[in-house]
């Protein structure tokens, strides 16, 4: 064997242990990525129940525990090179607004007023970003709001006992 072939086998032999290191990660982002998918569903999942119970609190019960619930899971702001202009300037309306119910025309008017004019798939796609992020919530079919503010409730109903 001449030393060209030695030092070939032993360039070999290092792409092979690379490759199949690379096969080891891949599967292990895999399945951290499976692992937080099942987490966030949960925080999900979590944070709608304890908006649907903060709701039915009296005001300044609700003040209290909005409170709380913000000390514990803060939005964190858009990471600036992750997120779409698009994404951020929704974000920022809706902060600038909090206890306003936004729709799609309402978003996309907004963007326009700040002179962003994307697609409405992109604005689709924005608006769902931030709802699996936890930053706006689904009121209804088309209608979002911040989870900063909670969720509002309509009823003839006496739902408290006095």
């Keep these: 064997m001449s030393k ?9 032999e290092a792409l092979a242990a690379a490759l199949s290191e690379l ?7 895999h399945q951290h990525r499976q692992s937080l998918n099942i987490k966030e569903r949960r925080r999900r999942e979590l944070l709608t129940a304890i908006d649907n119970l903060i709701v ?3 005001a300044e019960t ?15 702001s858009l990471d600036a090179s992750r997120a779409s202009r698009e994404q951020k300037a929704i974000a920022e309306a809706v902060e600038n607004d909090p206890s306003r119910t936004w729709t799609f025309d309402e978003i996309q008017t907004e963007l326009e007023r700040v002179g ?3 697609k409405p798939k992109v ?3 924005a608006i769902q970003r931030l709802a699996n992020r936890g930053d706006l919530v689904r009121i209804s079919r088309g209608k979002y709001r911040s989870r900063q503010y909670g969720f509002g409730l309509i009823t003839t109903e006496n739902l408290l006992d006095d």
């Design 4 to 12: 060209i072939d030695v030092q070939l086998d032993a360039y070999e």
């Design 23 to 29: 096969a080891e990660v891949k599967v292990s982002i």
């Design 56 to 58: 039915l609190l009296p």
């Design 62 to 76: 609700q003040k209290r525990w909005s409170k709380r619930l913000s000390d514990v899971d803060e939005p964190k």
């Design 116 to 118: 962003i004019r994307p």
């Design 123 to 125: 604005i689709y796609n």
